[in-house]
């Protein structure tokens, strides 16, 4: 199977997720259009969509998956990153280096098990080696147990387990893959990738 990857500019990226986190009902918070932009202005990052046909529709292809990173810097000013660098800081280099945050993404429940999350991961991987990135790194928490299969499919790293105080489930898993060439020889997808109008 071929997935047709979309890499979208800002603003009309920031609108599309806006619309495809619509789709997530395990999603309580949903992130804004202007939240992402807010996020992303003045910083280098990938917005990136992965399209399916519809079942039933001739030839009508919506998008099913999404993945959105970021460039992460060692001083960061909004109060969410500052806190994320400080958590890693003991197991992730920044001196120089450039690390890649993998923000936020996920695949509608109709679609999952189909690779698009895989295709879109390491596209993300070789957009970050092609822009001179040293590591990817990745946040999520205890209870995510399909997402932390899929990072350990993925060949992420642990490197860091932020116990909850009350709650196990509610752990943060902090993991992360260094980007090399030989990152990029084992991917298995195919795609094409295009730029959105």
Same mark, same amino acid.
């Given at each position: 199977?071929?997935?047709?990857?979309?890499? /979208?500019?800002?603003?009309?990226?920031?609108?599309?997720?806006?619309?495809? =986190?619509?789709?997530?009902?395990?999603?309580?918070?949903?992130?804004?259009?202007?939240?992402?932009?807010?996020?992303? &202005?003045?910083? =280098?990052? *990938?917005?990136?969509?992965?399209?399916?046909?519809? *079942?039933?529709?001739? +030839?009508?292809?919506?998008?099913?998956?999404?993945?959105? +990173?970021?460039?992460?810097?060692?001083?960061?000013?909004?109060?969410?990153?500052?806190?994320?660098?400080?958590?890693?800081?003991?197991?992730?280099?920044?001196?120089?280096?450039?690390?890649?945050?993998? #923000?936020?993404?996920?695949?509608?429940? =109709? #679609? &999952?098990?189909? +690779?698009?999350?895989?295709?879109?991961?390491?596209?993300?991987? =070789? #957009?970050?080696?092609?822009?001179? /990135?040293?590591?990817?790194?990745?946040?999520?928490?205890?209870?995510? /147990?399909?997402?932390?299969?899929? *990072?350990?499919?993925?060949?992420?790293?642990?490197?860091?387990?932020?116990?909850?105080?009350?709650?196990? @489930?509610?752990?943060?898993? /902090?993991?992360?893959? @260094?980007?090399?060439?030989?990152?990029?020889?084992?991917?298995?997808?195919?795609?094409?990738?295009?730029?959105?109008?």
């Amino acid at each position: 199977m071929e997935h047709t990857i979309v890499q /979208y500019t800002l603003e009309a990226g920031a609108l599309e997720i806006e619309y495809i =986190e619509e789709h997530f009902r395990e999603f309580r918070e949903k992130k804004t259009a202007v939240e992402i932009a807010e996020r992303l &202005r003045d910083r =280098e990052h *990938l917005i990136l969509l992965s399209m399916a046909p519809v *079942l039933g529709e001739d +030839g009508e292809v919506i998008p099913v998956a999404y993945k959105i +990173g970021h460039e992460l810097r060692s001083t960061e000013t909004d109060i969410q990153l500052i806190d994320l660098v400080g958590q890693i800081r003991d197991v992730v280099a920044f001196d120089n280096r450039k690390v890649f945050y993998s #923000w936020i993404g996920g695949t509608r429940e =109709e #679609w &999952r098990g189909q +690779g698009h999350y895989r295709a879109l991961t390491e596209q993300q991987e =070789e #957009w970050a080696h092609a822009n001179g /990135y040293d590591e990817l790194v990745v946040k999520t928490k205890n209870k995510y /147990y399909a997402m932390r299969g899929t *990072l350990d499919h993925l060949r992420f790293d642990v490197v860091k387990f932020q116990r909850h105080l009350t709650d196990n @489930r509610e752990s943060k898993v /902090y993991l992360s893959k @260094r980007i090399g060439s030989d990152v990029l020889r084992e991917h298995r997808t195919t795609r094409s990738v295009v730029e959105a109008a």
